[in-house]
Each structure stands twice: as C-alpha cells, then as structure tokens.
C-alpha cells in the first residue's frame, strides 16, 4: 500500500470528503493540518499554492476533487466501471456546481450585502441544484437511497460534508428534499462513519 | 462498442474536449448540433435541462468534464492507472479554476466595467494560471511535451480547446510560455487530430 499524507487546514472544508473516504475504507494517513497563520510558511512548498494535497510516496497531488477521486478509485468506492465511475462524476460535477454560489456569501465582508447574497442563495439558486441532485439520485440510484447503483460512492460522502456546510447556515435547507434528507440518514448510519463523526476533531468550517 | 451520441448546441465551447477524444481515438459516435432555436424543443429530454449529453446505449450522462473523462478512459487517454489519471485529473481541474475565473469579467453586463476587467485578468491573472499549468507540466510529464507521462491525454486535448478561445482575445498570451506553445503544437501534429482539426465546421467560439 502506498503510503498516504492529507495536508489542509484545520477544518473540513475541501479536504473532508477525502478524510471520510479514509474512513469508510478503514485506511491510515498522515492527516496534516495547518492553521491560518501557519499556512504561509508551507505554501511555497505545494505544487499550485494551494491546499488541500494529498501526498502519495513522496509525490504531491492538488485539486480537492482529483484528491477524492483518486482515494475513492484506491478503495473501491468510485462505481464497479467507467460508466458507473462516470454516473458518480456527473453528481459530483453537479454538486460542484451548487456549492460554487455558496462561497461568495461566505466571504462578502459587507454585512447587509453578505444577507442579500446568502438569502437570494438559499431562496433561489441552491434549491434549483438540489433538485437536480434529487433528479440524478432518481435516475442513476437504482431505486436506493445512495446516489449511483445503491451502494455507498464518495458522490454520497462530497453531498453529506458540502450539505453539513449549507445546514449550518440555513437549517431547513433540505426541508422539501425527502430523497436527499434520506441519503445523508443512510451515509451517517453506516457504521466506520458514525464512528468518524463522533471523534473527529469540532472545527469552524 | 457501445453507441455513443453527444447532444450539444453548434459550437465547440463545452463538447470540444469530447469531439476531440473521439477524433483521437479514432470512434465513431453521433454528432447531434442544435442551434439555439431548436434547443427549448429538447431541453426536457435532458437530465438536468442542459447540454451537452452523452447518451451511452440510450443512457443519459451530463456534465461536459464528466463526459469527457468517461471518454477519455474508455478509449484510453486518461492516464495508465489510478495515480497518472489522477495527475490528468488536477491539470483539468486547473483548467477549468481559469474558465471559471474568466467567467466573471465574461459575463459583466456593464460594457465599460467588462472591458476593465477582461483588461486586467488578461494581463494580471491569466498569467499566473499559466504558470500553473507550465508547473504541472513538469512536474507531471515526465520531460516530455504533454501533461502527464509524456503521452497524450485529454488534459492535452482541453487544454488546447480553451487555450484558443483565449488566444483570440490575446493573441500572444502564452509569448512567456514555450512549455505551453510547445504542448500545443505537439497536440495540433498528431495525424488524426490534424485531421479532425481541417474538417471540422469553423466555428466563431
């Protein structure tokens, strides 16, 4: 097995989905994180900059997305070929594309701007997304609760963490979402999962 | 072999990676255009009311980075296993980190704003994701000209598609670039893309 070293921030933001596939999976890694006035003296050291990388033998991987990909194909929580792997990356792609509005009303430093923003966000642009989700977990979900070929993908896993992020701020964000309220009920309900989010360390963001 | 039929509207923009992978695979497929007049007829018939579409034996796939992966890996351009795909996988994602950065100054209504600001991110910002991909590029390839292990992927292929639509806004962007000029011409040699390149319909973008 190569040996595995996960270097991000102190919190969940783009790094989590890869810290949970280590935990389904039941896989060891180096779980490096940097706090903010810590972060400037090692970015000089990553490829584009940037964190999360995930380092593997000694070679340096950027982009949180290709990171998760690449653990998920490792341990077989991809989809069993390339048309299910390919079923996984359109509802990662489509996630990507409803947390993408989600950023800017985070770091909007004008107050009254920062609630227009998040409440036009919530009000009219994450619901549209979400119901694209509920339409894909429909079609590729084989009549089960995970989003491809009722079993457990790190599609789930990137949906459970990015979602945790909107419900924080807006708590019944899911409310007229049964199908995808289900699908984050059955990734926590899995055992190594459970048991990861009881332990893992209460961050910020 | 599967059937292959890509629905997108008459432009290279999103679908050309794609058209490109089946141009260098040498694979047939259908090839379906609409203009935009013809396009409301249809956007039910698609997942998320968008294109383009892969239909794979009458199975819809969205999401044009999705498509093209899933291409890429069944006619294997994508990497030779879980760790080169992977390093193709972050030198996409950093492709689409710059086209999602121009999105902003491309889409600003304001005709006098949109000028400054296409203004500044060609000569400010363009710059350093170049110099990102020429880091990856060596990091990856291998010492060759293509992205990763000295062989041709789709990185290549998508890189060379977005690369023109912004030479022609600038046309000397990648004068500071030889690694880039030089990936891109060994792109444009391969007989079978010179080849789909002189017959394809000549599009404005």
């Given at each position: ?5 996960l ?31 810590q ?13 999360p ?60 701007k ?76 899995q ?15 | ?6 629905y ?28 935009q007049d ?64 121009f ?66 806004f ?32 000549n599009?404005?973008?």
């Amino acid at each position: 097995m190569p040996s595995y070293k996960l270097t991000y921030f102190n919190g969940r933001g783009r790094a989590e989905v890869s810290r949970l596939i280590f935990a389904v999976a039941g896989e060891k890694f180096e779980d490096v994180r940097y706090e903010m006035d810590q972060w400037p003296a090692h970015k000089a050291e990553m490829p584009l900059g940037q964190i999360p990388v995930l380092e593997v033998d000694g070679v340096k991987l950027p982009q949180s997305a290709a990171i998760a990909r690449f653990l998920a194909k490792q341990f077989h929580l991809a989809g069993k070929d390339n048309f299910e792997q390919a079923k996984v990356d359109a509802v990662v792609d489509t996630i990507d594309d409803s947390f993408k509005g989600f950023v800017p009303t985070r770091f909007e430093k004008d107050e009254a701007k920062k609630e227009e923003l998040t409440k036009k966000y919530f009000g009219e642009e994450l619901p549209k997304h979400l119901q694209n989700l509920e339409t894909l977990g429909k079609l590729y979900g084989n009549g089960g609760h995970f989003f491809v070929g009722n079993q457990l993908t790190w599609a789930d896993l990137l949906f459970y963490t990015f979602a945790q992020a909107w419900i924080g701020v807006e708590a019944d964000c899911l409310n007229n979402f049964s199908w995808l309220k289900k699908n984050r009920a059955e990734v926590e309900k899995q055992p190594k999962i459970a048991e990861y989010l009881k332990n893992r360390p209460q961050t910020q963001f | 072999m599967p059937s292959y039929k890509l629905y997108y509207f008459n432009v290279r923009s999103r679908a050309e990676v794609s058209r490109l992978i089946f141009a260098a695979a040498g694979e047939k497929y259908e090839d379906v255009r609409y203009e935009q007049d013809e396009w409301p007829a249809h956007k039910d018939e698609m997942p998320l009311g968008q294109i383009p579409v892969l239909e794979v034996d009458g199975v819809k796939l969205p999401q044009s980075r999705t498509i093209a992966r899933y291409l890429a890996k069944q006619f294997h351009l994508a990497g030779k296993d879980n760790f080169e795909q992977a390093k193709v996988d972050a030198v996409v994602d950093t492709i689409y980190d710059l086209l999602n950065a121009f999105a902003t100054p491309f889409f600003e209504k304001d005709e006098a704003k949109k000028e400054e600001l296409t203004k500044k991110f060609l000569s400010e910002e363009l710059p350093k994701h170049l110099q990102n991909f020429e880091t990856l590029g060596k990091l990856y390839g291998n010492g060759g000209h293509f992205f990763v292990d000295n062989q041709l992927t789709w990185a290549d292929l998508l890189f060379y598609n977005y690369i023109q639509s912004f030479m022609e806004f600038k046309a000397d962007c990648l004068n500071n670039f030889p690694w880039l000029q030089q990936n891109r011409a060994e792109v444009e040699k391969q007989p079978k893309i010179a080849e789909y390149l002189k017959n394809r319909p000549n599009l404005q973008f």
